[in-house]
């Protein structure tokens, strides 16, 4: 157990639609990140959170946003879906930003039909 | 452009005999190097990492061996148990000036160790 906790973890959508994946960084640690893996790519790094504040964007679509709470929990939203959106969506959280080991919850496997 | 690579999408062992696992990468900008098994239905555990100032960093029976100059590194485990059967990830980083880590990962080795 990372310690690291997402819900849910399973979700089943409509393309369209709009969905809110949550993660709960361990316990201390100020930096969130969010990856997509889908079956034809890898671990794609999605966007970065430091202590509230958004830290480094990767290849993320416009249709995705994210935002980290003052109790630093995160949250990714997802809208207007598309059949290629169906992925696991990976949260993972460090110590500081600049440390390099960081350790990853369950997931969340999104399914969009 | 798949910046960290991991040629080989599968590798069978005999329990008790060594793994390698490779990894090349293309960025001379990267910094750290770190290595996660993942098994189904979870998420990637970090096993071992190693900095760009070493060639070899040992944990256990986890190794991993980095040569700068052919910009490649590799992950041995000795001896191979049944339950180190899983997909392992290579991934790098860069932390440049700024103060982020983002993981660049290889798009992962099964390894199955049969009994």
């Known amino acids: 157990d990372s310690g690291v906790t997402q819900t849910p973890k399973h979700l089943i959508t409509a393309t369209g639609q709009r969905v809110t994946l949550r993660c709960s960084p361990r316990?201390?640690?100020?930096?969130v990140y969010w990856y997509q893996q889908s079956l034809d790519q890898g671990l794609q790094f999605l966007i970065q959170?430091?202590?509230?504040?958004?830290?480094a964007k990767g290849n993320i679509l416009e249709r995705f946003s994210a935002q980290q709470f003052p109790d630093l929990h995160s949250e990714l939203n997802l809208s207007s879906l598309e059949l290629g959106d169906s992925a696991l969506y990976f949260c993972?959280?460090?110590?500081?930003?600049?440390?390099?080991?960081?350790?990853f919850g369950p997931g969340t496997r999104l399914t969009v039909t | 452009d798949q910046q960290v690579k991991q040629n080989s999408p599968s590798l069978s062992v005999q329990e008790g005999r060594i793994s390698i696992l490779n990894c090349d990468y293309t960025?001379?900008?990267?910094?750290?190097f770190l290595w996660y098994k993942k098994y189904p239905a979870e998420g990637p555990t970090f096993l071992i990492s190693?900095?760009?100032?070493?060639d070899k960093n040992e944990d256990g029976r986890f190794t991993v061996f980095l040569n700068k100059s052919a910009k490649h590194l590799s992950l041995h485990i000795v001896p191979s148990q049944p339950g180190d059967s899983a997909v392992y990830f290579c991934?790098?980083?860069?932390?440049?000036?700024?103060?982020?880590?983002?993981?660049?990962f290889g798009t992962g080795t099964l390894l199955a160790v049969q009994p």
């Open positions: 993972a959280s460090s110590v500081r930003a600049g440390t390099y080991e960081q350790y």
């Open positions: 316990s201390g640690d100020l930096s």
């Open positions: 959170y430091y202590n509230g504040e958004e830290r």
């Open positions: 960025n001379s900008m990267f910094d750290y």
């Open positions: 190693i900095s760009s100032i070493k």
């Open positions: 991934a790098a980083s860069a932390i440049g000036g700024g103060a982020t880590n983002k993981l660049i």
